[in-house]
């Protein structure tokens, strides 16, 4: 048998031992499918780690041999889509966040209970607000979930949950494997870098919710693929997908459409630099740094005149914070944001290495192509570079000079994620490549077991060591930052998670009610409704999660569980009868059993079973109009 | 080897779509997903002509689009052009007016005409060169 021939049945192995362990790891997270959780730590079947991380490890084996890129594109995505399905596959209702509500709006376009879009024209609305809410990412991820849904003949809870994750986990990898090609360099560390894209925990974390951000997430990543390109090329077609793209994300969240569109400004600059710098070389610094600061001051520009289109936005830029807190937790949120509250040691190191060792690795770089000014690439990583410091300036400005934002600054951190990805694999690749021309310079061409015992002890030691570092223990450490960085994207504290009982009241009501209902309960009683019937559904109403009757409602009847808030809740929505959640592990046992007898005194009937649902931690009472 | 041959015959195959026959088993996916949505609502049936659908429209836009890049990279693009334009297309209709099945099935029939129109016209202008 030839070497060549050893060397396929080898990877072939691999490959069927990578799949085999991704297979297990699915089976695994399906086994830790719970419907009464707070977080996904809690439940998580023991050996997953494990297994995550064995198939990681073989992942990157296969990764740095000469496999075909298409079979190694499909193994990340594999790979991919089972670390991002957390949330979706361990809990019944996905995870307890904005996804939900977004769900909940979903299912009124997919059950068509309102025209027009999620909060559809009004005759009232002032048209700029009609706008705005027209060109809310909510309504392009809605119309996309109802379609697909709709040919999948699923119902919606399914294809809203898995929506992100497979489309992360397909077009991500890919995303980050073509950028890191216009680097020049090799299609191995392109390949790595797809990989890489997974140790940036808040990546994992938003490729884990279907929320219209991260779907504006992935076409933002592609609208950078598309901009790097058109720095070296006039092709038409190329500016056109930069522009496609940078619509689709701005049409998906405006987050990512006013970065996109920051970034396209940042690419028409650096063009025009590159047309200018021969002539008048100082004159086209100077416009490329104006422009650069314009590209900066766009996002936090874009929150303030937010105003003019919602009425309740009202971020501002202040100094508060610097009046407010002491020096010591400004320099900490400098540094490193919001990880300064209540972060370990370990997930803070988890999140900023990643964008640490990529902004190393770019000043590298450009180090190194500074004897080389006319290479095509350096372009291409000057511009990425800025694109870097935007993003770091930017979430410096949002977290200390503003305030009322409505997004989360935290966010950022995606953007830098998607943009050190590439450099963390170069960094990566530089070091093995380095180890490899190291191994090479003092071996013998090809090695042997038997050439082995004609060298010195010292040499052999070294070869060994080296070739060892190189195929395990580099391996090793990247599949064990994966698996770590997992720990970091999935948060450990949570609320309980959506129960199966709150799920199965909720059903059992939309099932066997056949007039107009609603339904009073807490927060989390709403979010429930949300999956299943959505929000403010005139059939089917469920207050919305700020509403202040809503909330009213339900203390009022915690306090004095009688029909007669039941009857204005009625007349309130229009609806023939109305219903009362009450759930132990959300209120406590002591005010739950207070609720449960105050309400048999005051003759509110049980609805459903008379023993309650989740074997007696939920009761439903209902009234119906005479 | 024998399969990557056979994908590629059946991607050239798509992709010339002689007599319109692509565009026709399209239209007739499409026809069966709405009986599907109607009637049975079978999961099943569903995926099939989910694979089936998004496979041949895909295949349209990536010919007619990323021409250039290779065969991997060009289907990935297919495949991400193909749900832009459900969702930009569902979008509209959906601001427009709503999304229930009649709607949703003139959706599903506007993006296979953009596709197989956009197929044809850059392969007439590839011939033409």
């Known amino acids: ?626 | 080897m024998i399969g990557s041959i056979q994908l590629h015959k059946l991607e050239r195959s798509i992709t010339n779509d002689s007599h319109f026959l692509a565009t026709l088993i399209s239209c007739t996916l499409i026809f069966t997903i709405y009986v599907n949505l109607s009637t049975i609502q079978s999961f099943a049936i569903g995926i099939i002509a989910f694979v089936l659908y998004f496979m041949i429209n895909a295949i349209f836009l990536a010919q007619a689009f990323f021409e250039k890049e290779d065969a991997f990279s060009s289907l990935m693009f297919g495949v991400l052009l193909l749900i832009m334009l459900l969702g930009f297309v569902g979008w509209l209709v959906m601001i427009i007016h709503n999304l229930d099945v009649p709607m949703f099935t003139m959706v599903l029939l506007i993006t296979t005409t953009i596709s197989s129109l956009s197929n044809r016209r850059m392969k007439n202008k590839s011939d033409t060169r």
């Open chain 1, 1 to 626: 048998m030839t070497l060549a021939n050893q060397t396929s049945k080898l990877l072939r192995i691999s490959e069927l031992l990578y799949l085999l362990f991704t297979a297990l790891s699915f089976y695994l997270l399906i086994a830790s499918r719970t419907g009464e959780a707070h977080t996904v730590w809690q439940v998580l079947h023991p050996a997953f780690n494990s297994t995550l991380f064995i198939a990681t490890f073989l992942l990157f084996t296969i990764i740095f041999t000469a496999e075909k890129t298409t079979h190694k594109l499909l193994f990340i995505i594999s790979h991919s889509i089972l670390i991002h399905s957390l949330f979706s596959i361990i809990f019944p209702a996905g995870d307890l966040s904005g996804q939900q509500m977004i769900l909940g709006r979903t299912r009124l376009v997919f059950d068509n209970a309102v025209l027009h879009g999620w909060t559809g024209w009004r005759p009232t609305m002032p048209v700029s607000t009609f706008v705005f809410e027209m060109f809310k990412g909510i309504n392009l991820q809605a119309a996309l979930s109802t379609i697909l849904a709709r040919m999948f003949s699923l119902d919606l809870l399914y294809v809203h949950l898995f929506l992100v994750p497979v489309l992360w986990g397909a077009f991500i990898p890919v995303a980050s494997f073509l950028t890191t090609k216009t680097l020049g360099v090799s299609e191995n560390a392109s390949i790595l870098s797809s990989l890489l894209v997974s140790v940036f925990p808040y990546a994992t974390y938003f490729g884990a919710i279907s929320v219209p951000n991260s779907l504006g997430f992935i076409f933002f990543f592609y609208s950078l693929y598309f901009m790097l390109r058109h720095l070296s090329t006039n092709d038409s077609k190329t500016t056109y997908y930069m522009v496609i793209f940078s619509v689709f994300s701005f049409l998906s969240h405006y987050l990512t459409g006013i970065m996109s569109f920051s970034l396209l400004f940042l690419t028409l600059a650096f063009k025009t630099y590159e047309g200018e710098k021969k002539p008048s070389s100082i004159n086209a610094r100077i416009l490329l740094v104006v422009s650069s600061v314009v590209c900066l001051s766009l996002l936090p520009l874009s929150f303030i005149y937010m105003k003019f289109f919602d009425s309740t936005s009202n971020a501002v830029f202040t100094l508060d914070k610097f009046y407010e807190l002491p020096l010591q937790e400004i320099v900490g949120l400098f540094f490193l944001g919001e990880l300064v509250h209540g972060f370990d040691l370990k997930t803070i190191l988890l999140i900023i290495v990643g964008p640490l060792l990529a902004l190393l690795s770019m000043i590298y770089q450009l180090y190194n192509l500074r004897r080389n000014p006319n290479d095509k690439i350096r372009i291409r990583i000057y511009f990425l570079f800025t694109a870097f410091l935007i993003i770091l300036v930017d979430y410096r400005i949002l977290k200390l000079f503003m305030s009322g934002l409505p997004i989360n600054e935290e966010r950022l951190w995606v953007f830098s994620g998607f943009i050190a990805a590439p450099f963390v694999a170069l960094a990566i690749f530089a070091i093995l490549s380095s180890l490899k021309t190291f191994v090479k310079a003092r071996s013998p061409s090809t090695i042997t077991f038997a050439g082995l015992k004609t060298m010195s002890k010292s040499d052999v030691f070294r070869v060994v060591s080296l070739l060892l570092a190189i195929n395990i223990l580099i391996p090793v450490l990247l599949g064990g930052w994966i698996t770590f960085s997992l720990s970091a994207a999935y948060p450990h504290v949570a609320p309980l998670q959506t129960t199966w009982y709150e799920l199965e009241a909720v059903k059992y009501i939309e099932e066997n009610t056949y007039e107009k209902y609603n339904v009073i309960g807490d927060i989390w009683t709403i979010f429930a409704g949300e999956v299943i019937v959505g929000i403010n559904n005139p059939r089917a109403y469920y207050f919305g999660e700020q509403s202040k009757i809503g909330h009213d409602l339900f203390v009022n009847m915690s306090r004095d569980p009688s029909p007669r808030w039941m009857l204005w809740s009625m007349n309130y929505t229009n609806t023939k009868v109305a219903y009362f959640i009450v759930t132990e592990p959300r209120v406590g046992t002591e005010e739950f059993n207070e609720v449960l007898s105050k309400a048999k005194e005051n003759s509110l009937q049980v609805y459903g079973h008379p023993e309650g649902f989740g074997n007696g931690k939920l009761y439903v009472f209902s009234y119906r109009k005479e």
